[in-house]
Each structure stands twice: as structure tokens, then as C-alpha cells.
């Protein structure tokens, strides 16, 4: 059961700036607590690949989704994003600066709008802040076009499909998307089962533990890039493992290294694979990330990127 909030807690809460900042410097407006777990979902205080923060996601289905959108492309994924009660900043402002953006008029004006009660935290006269699932930030392709967002509800689709229109569950994710209407921020109700099932395994697996400084740095450098051009050349016609091997004595690495960078090569498509099966090292690659995250990216951030 999650702890009883209060004056004193949501006021530290808000000091703390909680729900505020992009990228390492954003702090989720839910974290996770020992008094705070649930037993019929599956939370995580995890690092996401490209971050040095941890993460709090409150299921299995929102940390999946969260990772292949980072794969995909997206320059940041904001999880638990408050959808604040009174007037407030846009969330566009926090990315772009170089817009005069009108304030939002806060989840009190919307709910009111859309007829549907806005709960209060038991014992105070204040309205619970509600978040969002994930707050998407990413760039189109045209390198000129400018930042946007996509706010993003995560449920499973048992749940959503006998929820009636008048259930708290339906009610809350109408609340989502009229909050992102209002901001001109685009809203998506993505399911977890909409995911390929090997797919957010597969990433797990292969994702660096690195930020994205870090990742840009071992990228530009002439090593991985020989590393990258050799596995590229050999992994597609010999076992995996044994091009891994090949291509990490041509560049001086130890093994525990050149598979390490492997797996980094993988998740960045650097050497192009097909996450839509198991990766068997014993075996050659099969090609096919490229032409899925394409797709991907096209579903979630629209076509023509």
C-alpha cells in the first residue's frame, strides 16, 4: 500500500523537484519505496542504456516499453511525468527554449472540462497529481525540425478492453490524453502485449551500461569503428561468436571486452541483426534491425521520420 500523502510530503516532493528536468537531471514524481511496492505488478529501479540515473517504472510492461523506445531512437524518455493540478509551464518548455510556450491550464481545468471528478489526497482539500505513464521526447529526421513530444499511457489490453467507458481505468486514461490535447502534445495508448514478446528481452540482453556521452566517445573512436567494419564482415557467414573473436584481436581487446562491445554494437545497430528472434552465438547473424526500428519509429513518431 502506498504511504498516506501529506502537506509536509508534498511539499518536500515539489522542493525536491520532483517531476522536473530532462534527461539525468529529471526526477520522477513516483519512486519507488519499500512502503510503496505493490504486489500485483512488477516494479523496477533500474538504469536505462543512454542515462546514469535510475528509473522507476511501476510494471514490467512500462520498463519494456521504455527500452525499446530508447533503442529506437528517442532523445529522452521521462517516466511517472506529473500532469500537475494548477496552471503550470508546458512540458514543451523544459525542451525548447526558444518558443514562448502559453502556460498549461492543470488537470483541475481539464477534468472539469471533461466531466470527470478529479480525486483529492485522502484527508487534504488538494487534488492527487496524476502522472503519465511516459513523457516521449524525439526528433524527426529533419535535423532543422524541432523537438517533440509524445505522451504515452502504458495498460495492458486484458485490463483496458473490460474496462467499461465509465471505470476509473478509462476515466484516467481520457484524463491523459485530454491533458496532451491541451498542450498540443501528441497521446498514444501503447499495450505491452503490442510488443514483440522476444523483442525487450533481446535489448535487455544486449543493452550497454553506458550513458550517452559515453556511447558517442566509444563510437567516434578508431578502434570500435575497425572492431564494428571486421564483426560486419565476417559475422554474417561464421558463427557470431567466433567473428566477436576475430574482430577483437584485430583491434587488441580481450575477449570479455570484444563481447561486451559485441552486445553495444547489436543494441546501436552499429552491425545490423534481427532482435526478432533470439540472437544464437553459435550461429550467423541474420540482418533485420534496421528495417524494424524503421517500422518502429514510424508507429510511434509518426510517419515520414
Not at 109 to 124: D, Q, S, T
Not at 162 to 189: F, N, S
Request: hydrophobic share 40%.
Amino acid at each position: 500500500m502506498r504511504a498516506k500523502m501529506t502537506f509536509q510530503k508534498l511539499e518536500a516532493a515539489i522542493e525536491q523537484g520532483r517531476g522536473i528536468g530532462i534527461l539525468d537531471r529529471y526526477k520522477p514524481w513516483i519512486t519507488i519505496t519499500r512502503s510503496g511496492t505493490s504486489k500485483t505488478s512488477n516494479q523496477s529501479f533500474v538504469r536505462m542504456p543512454c542515462l546514469s540515473r535510475h528509473c522507476c517504472y511501476l510494471s514490467q510492461g512500462e520498463r519494456q516499453i521504455a527500452h525499446v523506445l530508447w533503442w529506437a531512437g528517442a532523445d529522452d524518455v521521462r517516466e511517472q511525468f506529473p500532469l500537475w493540478p494548477w496552471k503550470h509551464p508546458s512540458p514543451y518548455s523544459a525542451i525548447d527554449s526558444n518558443r514562448q510556450w502559453p502556460q498549461h491550464p492543470g488537470m483541475i481545468e481539464v477534468a472539469r472540462e471533461a466531466g470527470i471528478p478529479l480525486y483529492k489526497y485522502p484527508g487534504m482539500k488538494i487534488p492527487a497529481v496524476l502522472t503519465i505513464d511516459l513523457m516521449v521526447t524525439f526528433h524527426h529526421r529533419d535535423p532543422d525540425a524541432p523537438s517533440a513530444l509524445i505522451g504515452i499511457s502504458c495498460k495492458p489490453q486484458e485490463q483496458y478492453t473490460r474496462a467499461r467507458p465509465a471505470d476509473r481505468l478509462r476515466e484516467r486514461l481520457e484524463l491523459d490524453r485530454r491533458y496532451c490535447q491541451v498542450a498540443k502534445i501528441k497521446h498514444l495508448l501503447v499495450h505491452p502485449e503490442q510488443l514483440p514478446p522476444v523483442l525487450p528481452r533481446q535489448l535487455q540482453w544486449l543493452a550497454p551500461r553506458a550513458t550517452w556521452a559515453e556511447l558517442d566517445a566509444l563510437r567516434r573512436s578508431s578502434q570500435y569503428q575497425d572492431f564494428v567494419t571486421h564483426l560486419a564482415k565476417h559475422a554474417y557467414c561464421r558463427p557470431a561468436s567466433n567473428a566477436i573473436r576475430l574482430a577483437g584481436r584485430k583491434v587488441g581487446w580481450s575477449k570479455v571486452k570484444a563481447a561486451g562491445n559485441a552486445r553495444t554494437a547489436l543494441w546501436m545497430l552499429d552491425v545490423d541483426a534481427n532482435l526478432l528472434k533470439p540472437i544464437e552465438l553459435h550461429e550467423p547473424l541474420q540482418p533485420g534491425g534496421h528495417a524494424l526500428r524503421r517500422e518502429i519509429r514510424a508507429r510511434i513518431f509518426g510517419e515520414g521520420v
